[in-house]
């Protein structure tokens, strides 16, 4: 792993949560505690465990004695959790800092410990509830989908909705033997009829309503549009209860008749932008579709209002997915589904409709896709329509637009980060050198006070060009700061030039030194001595 002190920073910065643990440890920390922590974070999809750091923010280095013969404990995590766990020890000037790397547990399998298999609870441990068991049991179980509905026959799927299925795949795949295919022949080449029967995916996808009413009444979509927040009757309801195929096209044209226009003006031009993104609300409802819970008794819902769209389906997500990941790791819940969907050519085998919606809705100016109201339970999925800036929209229009659609999502995601001075997280941060280098954002300070904006064209846009001159200005005095206070905490010895020099490593000897004579100005400093002996004094 060989673990650096930077890393240990950027760890040390963020906040303790799903995949990192701190404890101080100072003297010593019992090893059986340690194998319930290694077997809760392995239960909670893998972490670390660092030793010598103090749990409170802002966290210091204190260094830690424990497990002094590191690998005799490794080879005790293995042999008692059947996990590779790694170790590796960081000679910090403040102490010695221990880093424990514990990996996911298996799919479908919780690591037990002592009888029980645990979860961390705030500051302690506890064991893991019924339901959270239930859903990594369920990872391991098969593909529902796939199933064959022991009572169901290829009478009880829709001959219209199997000619659009032929028709979609054909005009996807190019194959033109697809259309002499027989009924049959072609669905159990798309594995929707298994040697034994009618699956449960040809049912959600193809089946007749009496079918589905009989056999899997939760494979419905309900449609409501309220004009209101007003609890009460929705102003229209439609309940769609057979085959998906059928009336996948007849619910987007329901949503798209109350899909209004907004506008924003470019020079003497006037763009419209649709409430609703068509490929974003298209995306929501397949992933409903295809993602969700069949054994959960609920329906989808899909729940138009005038400026936004709920998207809410049973099952909470698939096993490994969460809002923090959606957008970097798939799981079909319902493989077949899926497989055939893809098939048609409406989603994508890698899973790219999180990204598009995401996308999306960065280019547009609207609110990212929210995941607030997800539980175990259901995915609860809110697209929000309203322009949030039309400024951002123009300065888009100035970055211009063929470069803007070639933008991948995690470049449009810290763009939307940065024009809302929000934080850039860091799995995003090696997307700021290129959109930096082209002018699109601009760096403020450095090391730890580095910030971001978006290049004067945004302030000039918005009709503050002073705007973007008092942001620019901040810059210089944050770094003067740092260097003020750096020098305070150094008492009375003062700090050599080198010193400073290593509080804003990304600046010039001589623009550090340009910093130091404004501050002497002011007032806030002075310099004594000559030579290698010469420091910096607080006033």
Known sequence: MNMTLNELQQWMRSPEGEHLEFKEAKQNFHFEKLLKYCAALANEGGGRIVFGVTDKRPRRVVGSAAFADLARTKAGLIERLHLRIEGEELAHPDGRVLVFTVPSRPLGMPVPMDGAYWMRSGEDLAPMTPDMLKRIFDEAAPDFSAEVCQRATQSDLDRAAIKQFRRRWQGHSKNPQLRTLSDEQLLRDAGLIAPDGVTYASLILLGKQPALGQFLAQAEVVFEYRSTEVPGPANQRDEYRHGFLVFYDKLWETVNLRNDLQHYQEGFVMHPVRT????????????????????????????????????????????????????????????????????????????????????????????????????????????????????????????????????????????????????????????????????????????????????????????????????????????????????????????????????????????????????????????????????????
């Open 276 to 539: 609703f993104s068509e490929q974003s609300v298209r995306e929501a409802i397949l992933n409903a579709v295809s993602h969700r819970d069949y054994r959960h008794p609920g329906s989808v819902f899909v729940r138009q209002f005038p400026r936004r769209i709920e998207i809410v389906s049973p099952g909470g997500f698939p096993a490994g997915i969460t809002p923090e990941n959606i957008l970097y790791r798939q799981n079909a819940r319902n493989r077949l589904i899926a497989d055939n969907l893809a098939r048609c050519g409406l989603v994508e085998r890698a899973g790219q409709g999180a990204n598009r919606m995401f996308a999306e809705s960065v280019r547009q100016g609207k609110r990212l896709p929210d995941f607030t109201h997800t539980d175990q339970f259901q995915v609860s999925l809110t697209l929000h329509g309203q322009i949030q800036d039309p400024d951002f929209l123009r300065f888009l229009e100035k970055v211009g637009p063929d470069r803007v659609e070639t933008f991948a999502v995690e470049d449009l995601l810290v763009l939307d980060r940065v024009h809302r001075e929000q934080r850039v997280p860091d799995e995003l941060r090696e997307r700021l050198r290129p959109l930096i280098a082209e002018g699109i954002i601009e760096r403020m300070g450095r090391g730890r006070g580095v910030r971001y904006m978006l290049s004067r064209k945004f302030y000039e846009i918005k009709g503050l060009p002073g705007g973007y001159t008092r942001e620019r200005g901040l810059d210089r005095e944050q770094n003067k700061t740092l260097l003020l206070n750096h020098v305070r905490a150094s008492g009375g010895r003062g700090c050599p030039l080198a010193e400073l020099e290593q509080v804003l490593p990304a600046l010039s000897q001589r623009q550090i030194k340009y910093l130091l004579q404004v501050l002497r100005d002011e007032g806030f400093v002075r310099y004594e001595g000559r030579g290698a002996g010469a420091r910096w004094m607080a006033e």
